[in-house]
C-alpha cells in the first residue's frame, strides 16, 4: 500500500490574532520516521495536536489512513484509538501504578479482557526495558523511565501513528539516550513516528525525513542527510547554527 498514513493538507490555526500555523503541508508514509524541528514558538505542538484534534484546526485538511480527521462527522474516540501521543511531561497518572497507566486504555477504550490487557501492558514494558517495574508508581521512577513508560503506553494501542512532542526535552541530559535509544528501536521496528525533537543525531540516524517549521510553514523538507549538510533556507541555517552552538 502506497497510501501516506498520515496527510496535512493546507492546515490554519490562529489563536487570536495569532496565526501560527498558515498554510502546513506534509504527508508521512507507512513505516517512516519523520522529524520536525524547528525555533521555540513555531507551532510544533500546535501542528502535533491538530493532527488528532486535540486543539482544534481553523481550516485544512488531515487524513489517517485514509480517514478525514478534519470531517466534522468523524468519530475522534475511534480515530485517537490508533494514535500514540508521547507528550513532552510524561503524562502518566501519578496515582496509578505503571501497569494500570498502560491498562487503562486498553480496558475501557480498547474493551480488552483484563487478562489480556495486563499481558500487552507487560509486553511492551518488557520491550521499553522496564518489565520489573510493572508494579510501581510513576514517582519510583527516573524521569527517563518515566518517558520509557509513557513510549509503553502508546505502544500498547498498536498504534497505526506514534506523535512525539519533545520527548527528552524535559530529562536531565545523562536521562536522554535512554529514551532515545528506545525510540530508535521502535523505529527499527517499522512503526511510523513523527518526532518533534532538536536531537540532532538522532534525526541523522533515525529519520528517514526531516522537516523544518518556521514563519508557520515547512520550509524545508529533506532526507536526514540533505537536511543537515545542505540546507538551504537561510532561515534553516541560522536554526542550525544556534542549535550546533548550544552543544
Ligand atoms: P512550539 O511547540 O513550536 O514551541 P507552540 O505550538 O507551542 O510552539 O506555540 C506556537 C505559538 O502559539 C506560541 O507563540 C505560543 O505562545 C502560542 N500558543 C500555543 N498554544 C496557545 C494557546 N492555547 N493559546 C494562545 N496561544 C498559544
Ligand atoms: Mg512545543
Redesign the pocket.
Known amino acids: 500500500m502506497t497510501d501516506p498514513i498520515l496527510k496535512v493538507k493546507d492546515l490554519h490555526k490562529s ?2 490574532d ?1 496565526h ?1 500555523l498558515k498554510g502546513v503541508s506534509f504527508e508521512v508514509k507507512r513505516g517512516e520516521t519523520v522529524v520536525i524541528m ?10 502535533l495536536r491538530c493532527i488528532i484534534r486535540l ?1 482544534e484546526p481553523d481550516s485544512g485538511d488531515i487524513w489517517i489512513d485514509g480517514v478525514r480527521v478534519t470531517d466534522p462527522k468523524t468519530d475522534l474516540i475511534e480515530i485517537r484509538k490508533h494514535v500514540g501521543f508521547v507528550f513532552q511531561q510524561f503524562n502518566l497518572f501519578p496515582h496509578m501504578r505503571v501497569i494500570d497507566n498502560i491498562t487503562l486504555a486498553l480496558t475501557k477504550v480498547h474493551k480488552l479482557p483484563e487478562d489480556e490487557a495486563v499481558k500487552r501492558a507487560l509486553e511492551v514494558l518488557k520491550k521499553v526495558g522496564l518489565e520489573d517495574k510493572a508494579y510501581a508508581y510513576p514517582g519510583e521512577l527516573s524521569g527517563g523511565q518515566q518517558q520509557r513508560v509513557a513510549i509503553a503506553r502508546a505502544l500498547a494501542i498498536e498504534p497505526k501513528l506514534i506523535l512525539f ?1 519533545e520527548p527528552t526535552s524535559a530529562l536531565d541530559p545523562e536521562l536522554i539516550g535512554e529514551v532515545l535509544k528506545t525510540m530508535e528501536q521502535i523505529a527499527e521496528e517499522g512503526k511510523t513516528m513523527v518526532v ?1 525533537t532538536h536531537e540532532i543525531d538522532f534525526a541523522k540516524e533515525v529519520a528517514d525525513r526531516v522537516l523544518f ?1 518556521d514563519y508557520g510553514r515547512i520550509l524545508e523538507e529533506a532526507d536526514a542527510k540533505t537536511f543537515f549538510s545542505n540546507p538551504k533556507h537561510p532561515r534553516l541555517r541560522a536554526f542550525l547554527r544556534r542549535l550546533l552552538e548550544r552543544v
Not at 524547528?38 to 501542528?47: H, V
Open positions: 489563536y487570536g495569532l501560527v524547528g525555533p521555540s514558538g513555531s507551532g510544533k505542538s500546535t501542528l486543539v512532542d518533534v517549521i
